[in-house]
């Protein structure tokens, strides 16, 4: 069974650069069978879909986002990671790794999750 353990720091300040980890076990992520997608959640408000990596190693954002936003991978440990560019406190969310076999992940009940990290952006 697929495990995603989100890492990375809980505390930002505004405008530097947010990276998050996802460390994935039980399935390997260069698989053509699924994405491998970040998706985030502010306080109050519902999920967003934020960009993916496919086993292939392409990727996909979303257009909001697309601007400050990279999704990498490093495949000998089995690893993607998000990097989000000139944060602001309106980036604060629970951030959640996801695997799925759509590239935009539907919602909750959809693929496999991680716990999913707190991030909040303050000064």
């Known amino acids: 069974q697929v495990q995603l353990q989100e890492s990375g720091p809980g505390l930002m300040k505004p405008s530097q650069t947010l990276s998050l980890t996802c460390t994935v076990s039980?399935?390997?992520?260069?698989?053509?069978?699924?994405?491998w997608s970040w998706v985030r959640q502010p306080p109050g408000k519902g999920l967003e879909w934020m960009g993916a990596?496919?086993?292939?190693?392409?990727?996909y954002y979303s257009p909001s986002l697309k601007s400050r936003t990279s999704i990498s991978r490093d495949t000998s440990k089995n690893q993607f990671t998000l990097q989000l560019s000139s944060v602001t406190p309106e980036d604060t969310a629970v951030y959640y790794c996801?695997?799925?076999?759509?590239?935009?992940?539907?919602?909750?009940?959809?693929?496999?999750w991680g716990q999913g990290t707190q991030v909040t952006v303050s000064s």
């Open positions: 039980g399935g390997s992520i260069t698989t053509n069978d699924y994405y």
């Open positions: 990596i496919a086993g292939s190693g392409s990727t």
């Open positions: 996801v695997r799925d076999r759509n590239m935009v992940v539907p919602g909750r009940g959809f693929g496999s």
